[in-house]
């Protein structure tokens, strides 16, 4: 059955740093999402992507941020400058057309010292 | 109301029993739903959706009621296992009239434990 993949599963990084989480869709799907939990805390959406643009984004999804479809399997989530108040878990998401279901990914865990 | 942080709701319930897991929603406008199960340290895994012209859906144990008067979204689980010991989010897509990207707001979560 065909799913979501996301590298690394943790990330540690000094505050400032950038990183970059990486996510493989389902390779039919066109529509990409990023999403982040804080621990114990609801799962947040972040970026909603289609047709090699950013459809929609949330108040959280600020000029730090930056996400990317580099080729046509992985879609990218880049953080300029991380902060503490990054530190969550980094959901990737996809959907096909006509539908409405987003199959997740197994997340990237992200730790901010 | 909403919880915040630590302080999920939680349902624990012994294995064989129905566990019913509620939601409820905030927008009016949501045209579709939709019930994830989350192990620790895993991503959301979809269990079933339903769709705002539908009032009950039915997949293997598994079923999930929408009640639009009320706002109300319930996930009922037959012959509960431990397998089912998890977090369950409810989410909701909005319908502002216009294109949707899907865009899916989610619940505060429910701690689900099934003892042996």
């Known amino acids: 059955e065909p799913e979501v993949t996301q590298t690394p599963s943790h990330q540690v990084t000094q505050m400032g740093q950038e990183v970059i989480l990486r996510c493989v869709p389902i390779?039919?799907?066109?529509?990409f999402y990023w999403y982040r939990q804080i621990l114990g805390q609801k799962v947040e959406f972040l970026v909603s992507?289609?047709?090699?643009?950013?459809?929609?984004k949330s108040e959280i999804f600020d000029d730090q941020f930056s996400v990317e479809r580099p080729d046509g399997s992985n879609f990218t989530l880049k953080i300029r400058s991380t902060k503490l108040e990054d530190s969550a878990m980094y959901f990737c998401?996809?959907?096909?057309?006509?539908?409405?279901?987003?199959?997740f990914g197994p997340g990237t865990r992200l730790t901010v010292l | 109301g909403e919880s915040v942080g630590l302080h999920l709701p939680t349902l624990s319930v012994q294995e064989g029993d129905n566990s019913i897991i509620n939601c409820a929603y905030s927008?009016?406008?949501?045209?579709?739903f939709i019930w994830y199960k989350q192990e620790s340290g895993k991503g959301p895994q979809f269990i079933i959706d339903?769709?705002?012209?539908?009032d009950k859906r039915q997949g293997q144990r598994v079923t999930v009621l929408l009640n639009k008067t009320v706002k109300h979204l319930s996930l009922q689980i037959a012959a509960t296992q431990p397998g089912d010991s998890a977090v369950y989010f409810c989410?909701?897509?909005?319908?502002?009239?216009?294109?949707?990207?899907?865009?899916?707001?989610f619940g505060q979560g429910t701690i689900l434990t099934v003892h042996p």
């Open positions: 992507f289609y047709n090699n643009e950013i459809s929609e």
């Open positions: 339903i769709r705002s012209n539908m």
């Open positions: 998401a996809s959907k096909g057309s006509y539908t409405d279901t987003q199959y």
């Open positions: 989410a909701e897509k909005g319908n502002a009239g216009g294109t949707s990207y899907g865009k899916l707001t």
């Open positions: 390779s039919n799907h066109l529509y």
């Open positions: 927008n009016s406008a949501s045209d579709y």
